[in-house]
């Protein structure tokens, strides 16, 4: 599967959510998630887990720039990523906590993310379908990037893992 990703810090979460609800994006739900990312040759890897719901795994290769970038995912159920990886157990490199707010607006999903150790995210997710191309989906990330104008702030161009690596690191050094 294929979708354009878009992600920035969340300067002003009450002011977003209600521009978003303004052109019609719907709350779908609060969740709180654990994402553990694995250490895997290619791509990158992690497990999420979301109370009351079976894992998923998550297998996905995106360049990290900041400007919207498409990304290639699959989603695995645990016995299709026991099948993939194998019955031993993976190099853990990072474990992120989130509550997430995901909103919907048709194939497109909005996150307002509060990352723990990291601080408040937005993420656009734009999936790619015989209905909605690769250059429709950037289209409306960039839409929904200016209608959301002043309540996000600088693009992110790394996933959440990076994030919290980087920031171990200069942790340790300090």
Sequence with gaps: MLNVEYKAELREPELARAALERIGAEHEATLRQIDTYYHVPTGRLKKRDVPGRPSEYIVYERADRPSPKLS???????????????????????????????????????????????????????????????????????????????????????????????????SEHT
Excluded: N
């Design 72 to 170: 290639k995912f699959s989603l695995l159920d645990t016995s299709a990523f026991q099948e993939r990886y194998g019955q031993r157990p993976l190099p853990v490199l990072v474990v992120v906590e989130k509550s997430r707010e995901l909103l919907l607006l048709g194939d497109v999903r909005i996150h307002l993310d509060d990352v723990k150790d990291l601080g408040r995210f937005l993420e656009i997710e734009a999936l790619v379908s015989p209905r909605q191309h690769v250059a429709q989906c950037h289209s409306i990330v960039a839409h929904l990037r200016e209608k959301l104008g002043p309540t996000i702030g600088e693009p992110i161009s790394s996933s959440y893992m990076d994030l919290m690596l980087a920031e171990r690191e200069t």
